[in-house]
């Protein structure tokens, strides 16, 4: 127990009678590429991108729903109730109590969030994979949140986007957590009937049973910079294979050198690229840009 935190702070803030609120812990975030330490109002500011580096930072989901939607105003989309535990499952800890703490820590029921909302005037459906949310894990939770995400966007005809960050399936869940690879597949499938487009954005990192499923089934799949994307690990497929994979193996530039990728795209050009990308694939009108040319005065 930490006395001087838990007691003695309390007691004198309790002296001098102010609820001023603490500085957060972590004022200052490394830079994983270069080591600078970034301002985190600074970091923030900049979309979670690294001012020197440009390291993309994982981005919180509500923050990347903001970012996309005109004004950033949102109509959040409500998530079906599942059973918490559904399996009693218990290994180090019970799963009850790891869902719970997560769940306490991101202030969200599970890792997946969504919205429907405007982008560039534009009706859209976007869905977010919060990879802080217990690694982003595929469960029954996220199944249906994103099947119901998928069919509200089939129900307003709308384009769905979808941003994904997660490290597979959730095995506290066992095979209710892998049947939600093809009921999932099945909800994109749906979109597909619908003629809707349906845009995949691989964010760092998306692994594992994931992207044996809806991460790789869009009509175009985009990266974020240095985003690791892949099924098995690296040493995992060195173990198999008994060969040593090439430099930058499972990252964004490379699998768009070798045709995963479609396209990768910076952070602050995301919300442009996937709002031509939409109106193309929905065949809307660019959106009208007014003329700032000057007009002669009469007479």
């Not at 979808?162 to 909800?187: H, W």
């Not at 045709?259 to 929905?282: C, F, K």
Request: hydrophobic letters at 40%; a neutral charge; aromatic letters at 8%.
């Amino acid at each position: 127990m930490n006395w001087i935190k838990n007691f003695v702070r309390p007691k004198i803030r309790s002296i001098l009678g102010t609820d001023k609120r603490e500085v957060p812990e972590n004022m200052w975030v490394k830079d994983p590429d270069s080591g600078q330490m970034v301002f985190y109002k600074d970091l923030e500011a900049n979309q979670y991108v690294m001012p020197q580096s440009g390291y993309h930072m994982r981005m919180p989901p509500e923050e990347r729903l903001k970012s996309m939607f005109d004004d950033g105003a949102y109509e959040k989309i409500a998530m079906p109730q599942v059973p918490a535990d559904p399996l009693k499952f218990r290994d180090e800890r019970k799963y009850a109590d790891r869902i719970k703490e997560a769940r306490a820590k991101n202030g969200v029921d599970d890792c997946i969030q969504s919205g429907v909302g405007e982008v560039d005037g534009l009706p859209v459906t976007i869905a977010v994979q919060d990879f802080a949310f217990m690694g982003g894990s595929l469960g029954m939770a996220a199944g249906e949140a994103i099947v119901t995400a998928m069919r509200k966007a089939v129900d307003r005809k709308t384009p769905f986007i979808f941003f994904i960050s997660s490290g597979g399936a959730r095995m506290q869940e066992g095979v209710l957590s892998l049947m939600q690879m093809p009921r999932t597949t099945v909800a994109v499938q749906e979109l597909r009937a619908a003629k809707l487009p349906y845009v995949v954005v691989l964010t760092h990192p998306t692994t594992g049973g994931v992207t044996a499923s809806y991460a790789m089934l869009g009509d175009v799949h985009v990266a974020e910079p240095g985003a690791l994307i892949g099924f098995a690990g690296q040493r995992v497929i060195e173990q198999t294979i008994r060969e040593k994979l090439p430099e930058g193996f499972q990252r964004a530039e490379y699998l768009e050198e070798h045709g995963m990728v479609d396209i990768v795209v910076h952070r602050h050009q995301m919300r442009e690229t996937l709002s031509r990308m939409v109106r193309l694939l929905m065949k809307a009108p660019s959106r009208e840009v007014p003329s700032t040319a000057l007009v002669p005065a009469e007479g």
